[in-house]
């Protein structure tokens, strides 16, 4: 990860901000602080408070730049919700924040406290607000990846009706470390990918056979389907399971979006087109990760594509695996983020989940894995 501190030194110095004592503050302290949506003004005091929450280890270098996270704010691509102390000062803060701008739903994330704060339900309250901003905006709900070497934000984000739906193994870095909490250095944590889903239900005189976020349909190879259904049932989504389709052949060629952020991060590949080629695409790009040497490279396939079901099982010929069921995360429906980890070393012990849902949906990936890596050519 690259080391941050040659710009929070130029940000900030040693300013006392940076430095606070870890005192806790008692419950009326805690009861006045200010929940609300965040300002271009609040930028400072955010990338403060996650210098008090996380030293130079925060793996997204924007959170410690103001002018990116007011620039972020004013696109539209971060909406965010603070808790302020009655002097103004950041102690709390979570977003939904857009990858792309054309992708219909954010992910629910940069949720960080003060450590002083913890243990009075401050992110319960700002998650609570977010959901309801949220429901402003029109989507249909959002998705989180929580971390697993603790429990509390899978409680925040389980407390507004989010369902667990993969494990994304390996994917933090083992440098991010939290104040207050025990971190194991240099060992990668998973996360649990969770969907929060918030649309309302479609309308009484909506017809049968129009498309809707109810009945959207996805093509799963039919192993998938117990363990799909299980996930869809919680989050109260419909969909149609199909595992083979007429007519899927195709002779456009596939087209492959890369992104890693810099040697040694994961590398995240999206599917722009899917082709009858995709496996002979994906094994070039893999080739030249290499030299990178990403950990685990993520590959998110169109469950609505009728090629999807045919194309999962070739990838899985290559070592990819499930990953995290995305729901409507593109504009014609949901999304299948595969995983293939160039780094082995996982540690199940240390992946701990919030209840037992979460722990059965981790048991079935990491049992995926170990499945997929007997079969995968070699």
């Known amino acids: 990860m690259p080391d941050h501190s040659p710009l929070l030194t130029e940000l900030f110095g040693n300013t006392p901000v940076l430095a606070h004592d870890s005192t806790q503050v008692s419950d009326a302290e805690a009861a006045q602080l200010e929940v609300r949506k965040m300002?271009?003004?609040?930028?400072?005091?955010?990338?403060?408070?996650?210098?008090?929450?996380?030293?130079?280890s925060y793996p997204n270098p924007m959170m410690y730049q103001p002018q990116l996270i007011a620039a972020a704010l004013r696109d539209g691509s971060m909406f965010s919700i603070v808790a302020l102390t009655p002097?103004?000062?950041?102690?709390?803060?979570?977003?939904?924040?857009?990858?792309?701008?054309?992708?219909?739903?954010?992910?629910?994330?940069?949720?960080?406290?003060?450590p002083r704060y913890r243990g009075h339900h401050i992110s319960d309250r700002i998650a609570k607000v977010r959901q309801s901003y949220a429901q402003e905006l029109g989507i249909a709900g959002y998705w989180a990846a929580c971390?697993?070497?603790?429990?509390?934000s899978q409680d925040e984000v389980i407390s507004t009706g989010g369902g667990e739906t993969g494990l994304l193994i390996n994917g933090q870095p083992g440098d991010?470390?939290?104040?207050?909490?025990?971190?194991?250095?240099?060992?990668?944590?998973?996360?649990?990918?969770?969907?929060?889903?918030?649309?309302?239900?479609?309308?009484?005189?909506?017809?049968?056979?129009q498309a809707s976020e109810q009945n959207l349909q996805v093509?799963?190879?039919?192993?998938?389907?117990?363990?799909?259904?299980?996930?869809?049932?919680?989050l109260n989504l419909q969909r149609t399971v199909i595992s083979t389709a007429s007519a899927v052949k195709t002779k456009k060629p596939s087209q492959l979006t890369t992104a890693i952020a810099h040697p040694g991060a994961p590398a995240h590949l999206r599917i722009a087109v899917l082709g009858d080629d995709?496996?002979?695409?994906?094994?070039?790009?893999?080739?030249?990760?290499?030299?990178?040497?990403?950990?685990?490279?993520?590959?998110?396939?169109p469950l609505h594509n009728p090629l999807a079901a045919q194309e999962i099982e070739a990838l899985e010929l290559l070592g990819f695996f499930w990953a995290a069921w995305l729901p409507n995360f593109e504009q014609g429906g949901d999304v299948l983020r595969l995983q293939r980890?160039?780094?082995?070393?996982?540690?199940?012990?240390?992946?701990?989940?919030?209840?037992?849902?979460?722990?059965?949906?981790?048991?079935?990936?990491?049992?995926?894995?170990?499945?997929?890596?007997?079969?995968?050519?070699?």
Not at 147 to 152: G, I
Request: hydrophobic share 40%.
């Open 87 to 114: 002097q103004g000062e950041v102690v709390g803060h979570c977003a939904l924040s857009f990858e792309d701008a054309t992708d219909p739903i954010p992910e629910a994330a940069k949720l960080v406290v003060d």
């Open 278 to 301: 995709l496996v002979q695409q994906l094994a070039k790009e893999v080739e030249k990760l290499q030299p990178l040497a990403p950990p685990v490279i993520y590959l998110d396939i």
């Open 341 to 378: 980890l160039q780094d082995q070393r996982v540690n199940a012990q240390d992946i701990i989940c919030a209840r037992k849902a979460g722990e059965a949906v981790r048991d079935h990936v990491l049992a995926e894995w170990q499945r997929v890596q007997k079969n995968a050519k070699k």
């Open 147 to 152: 971390v697993s070497n603790h429990p509390f």
């Open 219 to 234: 093509y799963l190879p039919s192993y998938h389907h117990a363990f799909f259904t299980s996930l869809m049932a919680p």
């Open 39 to 56: 300002e271009s003004s609040d930028a400072l005091g955010l990338a403060q408070c996650i210098y008090r929450c996380y030293g130079p």
């Open 176 to 209: 991010v470390q939290m104040a207050g909490l025990s971190n194991v250095s240099g060992v990668r944590h998973s996360l649990l990918p969770f969907y929060i889903s918030i649309q309302t239900k479609p309308p009484l005189d909506t017809l049968p056979n």
